[in-house]
């Protein structure tokens, strides 16, 4: 299986802040690499899909970058809409798996 | 607009069967892979299963944890998904959601595999 690990676990941020989140594959995933965000009690929200397209809606303060097989999801000016947790997933191969998730909280 | 309804979570004895189904509206329901994601309390999220669309026949996959225990229909004629669940375990405790990914109605590898739906999820909880 492919291990996504996703870090930090927690990120305390203040709004305005630049925030970087990254995921890690364990092998090649061929940028088959899609970016949710979730608020308690709430189902994901889909927000970028092959490691960079934005999903049409999201705001784009929101961007995605790979370097080989390390992605990065990146809010460029922190909102309070975005205080929540965010996941990564391979869907290059069987079994489609989920980094751990990325808590970001108010600083 | 897309919509997915999740329905039949509710408590089950370790051991014991529950189905769960999945309203889609919204979309031509054979063009999307369907799949159902799993979130156990205060944990993060688990893919459980998936069937393809009609260009890869319904086949399903499945996650090593349910294996053998678990196994996903459709009805297309009425745009329902279901899962079923058999021995379950207590470690199956979870919120179940059911996504739709992006188009997939073309044969051969579907680049648009992603969930860019979800429903709103049901609570699927096994103990004695």
């Known amino acids: 299986d492919i291990q996504m690990t996703q870090s930090p676990s927690t990120l305390s941020a203040s709004v305005g802040d630049r925030v970087t989140i990254t995921c890690r594959a364990s092998q090649s995933i061929n940028s088959w690499l899609a970016w949710y965000q979730q608020k308690p009690g709430k189902a994901p929200k889909f927000l970028i899909y092959k490691a960079s397209t934005l999903e049409s809606g999201v705001p784009s303060r929101f961007s995605g970058s790979e370097s080989g097989t390390e992605f990065t999801l990146t809010i460029s000016s922190l909102q309070p809409d975005d205080f929540a947790t965010y996941y990564c997933l391979q869907y290059d191969v069987y079994p489609l798996t989920f980094g751990g998730g990325t808590k970001v909280e108010i600083k | 607009e897309v919509h997915l309804v999740e329905s039949g979570g509710g408590l089950v004895q370790p051991g014991g069967s529950l189905r769960l189904s999945c309203a889609a509206s919204g979309f031509t329901f054979g063009e999307h892979y369907m799949d159902w994601v799993r979130q156990a309390p205060g944990k993060g999220l688990e893919w459980v299963g998936r069937?393809?669309?009609?260009?890869?026949?319904?086949?399903?996959a499945f996650a090593a944890s349910v294996e053998g225990r678990f196994t996903i229909s459709r009805d297309n004629s009425n745009n329902l998904m279901y899962l079923q669940m058999n021995s379950l375990k207590t470690e199956d405790t979870a919120v179940y959601y059911c996504t739709r990914t992006g188009y997939c109605g073309a044969p051969g590898r579907c680049n648009s595999a992603y969930f860019n739906y979800w429903g709103q999820g049901t609570l699927v909880t096994v103990s004695s």
């Open positions: 069937s393809r669309g009609k260009a890869h026949s319904y086949t399903t």
